[in-house]
Protein backbone atom coordinates (compact mmCIF):
# COMPACT_ATOMS: atom_id res chain seq x y z
CA UNK A 1 0.00 0.00 0.00
CA UNK A 2 1.14 3.66 -1.18
CA UNK A 3 2.56 5.54 1.83
CA UNK A 4 2.58 2.57 4.26
CA UNK A 5 5.50 2.68 6.87
CA UNK A 6 7.56 -1.02 5.24
CA UNK A 7 10.30 -3.49 7.17
CA UNK A 8 13.51 -2.54 6.53
CA UNK A 9 14.36 -6.31 6.19
CA UNK A 10 12.34 -6.19 3.14
CA UNK A 11 15.10 -4.82 0.91
CA UNK A 12 17.14 -7.57 1.85
CA UNK A 13 19.35 -6.19 4.51
CA UNK A 14 20.54 -8.42 7.40
CA UNK A 15 19.55 -6.66 10.89
CA UNK A 16 19.61 -7.42 14.46
CA UNK A 17 16.45 -8.16 16.32
CA UNK A 18 15.70 -7.17 19.63
CA UNK A 19 13.24 -7.64 22.57
CA UNK A 20 9.87 -5.62 22.78
CA UNK A 21 8.94 -5.71 26.26
CA UNK A 22 4.51 -4.40 26.29
CA UNK A 23 3.31 -3.36 30.20
CA UNK A 24 -0.11 -2.20 31.26
CA UNK A 25 -2.84 -2.02 33.46
CA UNK A 26 -4.92 -5.36 33.42
CA UNK A 27 -7.76 -3.94 30.72
CA UNK A 28 -5.71 -1.92 28.98
CA UNK A 29 -5.55 -4.07 25.75
CA UNK A 30 -2.06 -5.61 25.63
CA UNK A 31 -3.35 -8.96 23.82
CA UNK A 32 -5.49 -7.76 21.69
CA UNK A 33 -3.41 -5.13 20.06
CA UNK A 34 -0.56 -7.55 19.91
CA UNK A 35 -2.76 -9.77 18.17
CA UNK A 36 -3.82 -7.23 15.57
CA UNK A 37 0.10 -6.40 14.94
CA UNK A 38 1.15 -10.36 14.43
CA UNK A 39 -0.06 -11.16 10.85
CA UNK A 40 1.25 -7.19 9.68
CA UNK A 41 4.96 -7.81 10.82
CA UNK A 42 6.94 -10.45 8.79
CA UNK A 43 9.88 -11.81 11.67
CA UNK A 44 7.92 -10.65 14.85
CA UNK A 45 7.68 -13.50 17.70
CA UNK A 46 5.92 -13.82 20.63
CA UNK A 47 8.29 -14.84 23.45
CA UNK A 48 7.08 -18.57 25.20
CA UNK A 49 7.52 -18.74 28.72
CA UNK A 50 8.62 -21.64 30.65
CA UNK A 51 6.17 -22.74 33.41
CA UNK A 52 5.99 -25.22 35.72
CA UNK A 53 2.20 -25.57 35.26
CA UNK A 54 0.34 -28.64 33.81
CA UNK A 55 -0.44 -28.27 30.09
CA UNK A 56 -4.10 -27.76 29.42
CA UNK A 57 -6.28 -29.52 26.79
CA UNK A 58 -4.97 -28.68 23.17
CA UNK A 59 -1.64 -26.90 24.60
CA UNK A 60 1.79 -28.07 22.88
CA UNK A 61 4.99 -27.96 24.89
CA UNK A 62 7.45 -25.55 23.01
CA UNK A 63 4.40 -23.37 21.16
CA UNK A 64 2.36 -22.30 24.06
CA UNK A 65 4.75 -23.06 26.82
CA UNK A 66 7.95 -24.89 27.93
CA UNK A 67 6.88 -27.29 30.48
CA UNK A 68 9.03 -28.21 33.02
CA UNK A 69 8.88 -29.24 36.60
CA UNK A 70 9.69 -27.50 39.38
CA UNK A 71 13.12 -28.68 39.79
CA UNK A 72 13.78 -28.15 36.44
CA UNK A 73 12.09 -24.78 36.55
CA UNK A 74 14.62 -24.37 39.87
CA UNK A 75 17.42 -25.18 38.03
CA UNK A 76 16.81 -22.64 35.12
CA UNK A 77 16.61 -19.47 38.00
CA UNK A 78 20.09 -21.31 39.73
CA UNK A 79 21.55 -21.05 36.53
CA UNK A 80 20.62 -17.39 35.82
CA UNK A 81 18.69 -18.68 32.30
CA UNK A 82 15.72 -16.99 33.20
CA UNK A 83 15.34 -13.70 32.80
CA UNK A 84 13.01 -12.91 34.59
CA UNK A 85 10.40 -15.52 36.51
CA UNK A 86 7.49 -15.01 38.84
CA UNK A 87 5.16 -17.32 41.06
CA UNK A 88 1.30 -16.85 40.59
CA UNK A 89 -1.62 -19.27 41.83
CA UNK A 90 0.97 -21.69 42.61
CA UNK A 91 2.61 -22.11 39.86
CA UNK A 92 5.76 -20.54 38.37
CA UNK A 93 6.31 -18.65 35.09
CA UNK A 94 9.70 -17.13 33.63
CA UNK A 95 10.91 -15.77 30.25
CA UNK A 96 14.21 -18.57 29.15
CA UNK A 97 16.78 -16.42 27.95
CA UNK A 98 18.23 -18.67 25.00
CA UNK A 99 15.27 -18.92 23.40
CA UNK A 100 14.76 -14.91 23.32
CA UNK A 101 18.45 -15.00 22.43
CA UNK A 102 18.31 -17.56 19.67
CA UNK A 103 15.39 -15.53 18.21
CA UNK A 104 17.36 -12.37 18.33
CA UNK A 105 20.44 -13.60 16.65
CA UNK A 106 18.38 -14.90 14.08
CA UNK A 107 17.29 -11.94 13.18
CA UNK A 108 13.63 -11.51 14.54
CA UNK A 109 11.86 -9.38 17.18
CA UNK A 110 10.50 -11.21 20.35
CA UNK A 111 7.53 -9.38 21.70
CA UNK A 112 5.96 -10.00 25.52
CA UNK A 113 3.64 -8.91 27.78
CA UNK A 114 3.84 -8.44 31.58
CA UNK A 115 3.73 -6.49 34.52
CA UNK A 116 6.19 -3.74 35.55
CA UNK A 117 8.16 -6.21 38.28
CA UNK A 118 9.08 -8.71 35.55
CA UNK A 119 9.90 -5.68 33.00
CA UNK A 120 12.31 -4.29 35.83
CA UNK A 121 13.92 -7.61 36.15
CA UNK A 122 14.10 -7.65 32.22
CA UNK A 123 15.58 -4.27 32.22
CA UNK A 124 18.46 -4.81 34.65
CA UNK A 125 19.39 -7.41 32.32
CA UNK A 126 18.84 -6.03 29.16
CA UNK A 127 19.12 -2.85 28.86
CA UNK A 128 18.39 -2.77 25.00
CA UNK A 129 15.26 -3.94 25.21
CA UNK A 130 12.53 -1.85 23.89
CA UNK A 131 9.75 -0.76 26.74
CA UNK A 132 6.39 0.40 25.56
CA UNK A 133 3.20 1.40 27.92
CA UNK A 134 -0.27 0.51 26.72
CA UNK A 135 -2.74 2.71 28.85
CA UNK A 136 -6.57 3.34 28.10
CA UNK A 137 -7.49 7.19 27.63
CA UNK A 138 -9.02 7.00 31.03
CA UNK A 139 -9.71 5.47 34.17
CA UNK A 140 -13.26 5.75 33.86
CA UNK A 141 -12.72 3.44 30.25
CA UNK A 142 -10.48 1.17 31.83
CA UNK A 143 -13.42 0.39 35.03
CA UNK A 144 -15.38 0.26 31.68
CA UNK A 145 -13.59 -2.55 30.17
CA UNK A 146 -13.25 -4.54 33.41
CA UNK A 147 -16.78 -4.79 34.26
CA UNK A 148 -17.44 -5.61 30.91
CA UNK A 149 -15.50 -8.94 31.07
CA UNK A 150 -17.83 -10.00 33.19
CA UNK A 151 -15.39 -12.30 35.16
CA UNK A 152 -14.21 -10.03 38.34
CA UNK A 153 -16.36 -9.09 41.18
CA UNK A 154 -16.64 -5.39 42.00
CA UNK A 155 -13.97 -6.03 44.76
CA UNK A 156 -11.58 -7.16 42.32
CA UNK A 157 -12.14 -4.80 39.58
CA UNK A 158 -11.17 -2.09 42.42
CA UNK A 159 -7.86 -3.50 43.21
CA UNK A 160 -7.03 -3.39 39.50
CA UNK A 161 -8.20 -0.17 39.47
CA UNK A 162 -6.23 0.88 42.73
CA UNK A 163 -3.06 -1.11 41.46
CA UNK A 164 -3.15 0.30 37.70
CA UNK A 165 -2.76 3.91 40.21
CA UNK A 166 0.65 2.41 40.63
CA UNK A 167 1.61 1.04 37.95
CA UNK A 168 1.20 3.66 35.74
CA UNK A 169 3.44 5.85 38.04
CA UNK A 170 6.39 3.70 36.48
CA UNK A 171 5.60 4.92 33.05
CA UNK A 172 8.70 7.25 33.34
CA UNK A 173 10.83 3.94 32.86
CA UNK A 174 9.42 2.96 29.59
CA UNK A 175 11.02 3.91 26.07
CA UNK A 176 7.31 4.51 24.45
CA UNK A 177 3.82 4.96 25.47
CA UNK A 178 0.15 4.26 23.59
CA UNK A 179 -3.11 4.95 24.47
CA UNK A 180 -5.41 2.44 23.49
CA UNK A 181 -8.53 4.17 22.45
CA UNK A 182 -9.02 2.39 19.24
CA UNK A 183 -7.55 -1.10 18.60
CA UNK A 184 -6.49 -0.46 14.99
CA UNK A 185 -4.98 2.81 15.59
CA UNK A 186 -2.94 1.28 18.56
CA UNK A 187 -2.04 -1.48 17.10
CA UNK A 188 -0.36 0.77 14.12
CA UNK A 189 1.70 2.87 16.73
CA UNK A 190 3.06 -0.42 18.13
CA UNK A 191 3.41 -1.23 14.15
CA UNK A 192 5.32 1.46 13.50
CA UNK A 193 7.32 1.34 16.96
CA UNK A 194 8.51 -1.74 15.70
CA UNK A 195 9.32 -1.15 12.15
CA UNK A 196 11.50 1.85 13.22
CA UNK A 197 13.33 -0.10 15.97
CA UNK A 198 14.51 -1.87 12.82
CA UNK A 199 15.37 0.58 11.10
CA UNK A 200 18.27 1.73 13.35
CA UNK A 201 21.55 1.52 12.18
CA UNK A 202 23.56 -0.17 15.16
CA UNK A 203 20.97 -2.67 13.98
CA UNK A 204 21.85 -2.93 10.22
CA UNK A 205 24.27 -5.34 8.67
CA UNK A 206 26.06 -1.94 7.53
CA UNK A 207 28.94 -4.49 5.67
CA UNK A 208 26.40 -5.27 3.64
CA UNK A 209 25.07 -2.00 3.27
CA UNK A 210 28.42 -0.71 2.50
CA UNK A 211 28.71 -3.89 -0.59
CA UNK A 212 25.31 -2.58 -2.03
CA UNK A 213 25.85 0.64 -2.55
CA UNK A 214 29.75 -0.03 -3.38
CA UNK A 215 31.23 3.06 -1.02
CA UNK A 216 32.11 3.36 2.82
CA UNK A 217 29.99 4.39 5.15
CA UNK A 218 32.57 5.87 8.01
CA UNK A 219 32.88 2.49 8.58
CA UNK A 220 36.43 1.42 7.17
Same mark, same amino acid.
Given at each position: ?????????? #??? @????????? +????????? #????????????? @?? +???????????????????????????? !?????? %??? $????????????????????? $???????????????????????? !?????????????? &???????? #?? #?????????? %??? $?? /??????????? /?????????????????? $?? !??? &????? @??????????????
Amino acid at each position: MKGQLKNIRD #SGL @KTNGFLIVL +SGPSGSGKN #SVMNAVFPTVPNL @KY +SISVTTRPPRVGEVDGVNYFFRTEEEFN !ALVAQN %KLL $EWATFVGYQYGTPKEFVQNQI $ESGNAVIMDIDIQGAAQIRAQMKE !AIFVFLLPPTKEEL &SRRLKLRG #SD #SAEVIKRRLA %KSQ $EE /IKHIVDYDYFI /INDDLSQAAEQLRHIILS $EW !AKI &SRIDL @KQLKHLWKGGFGTE
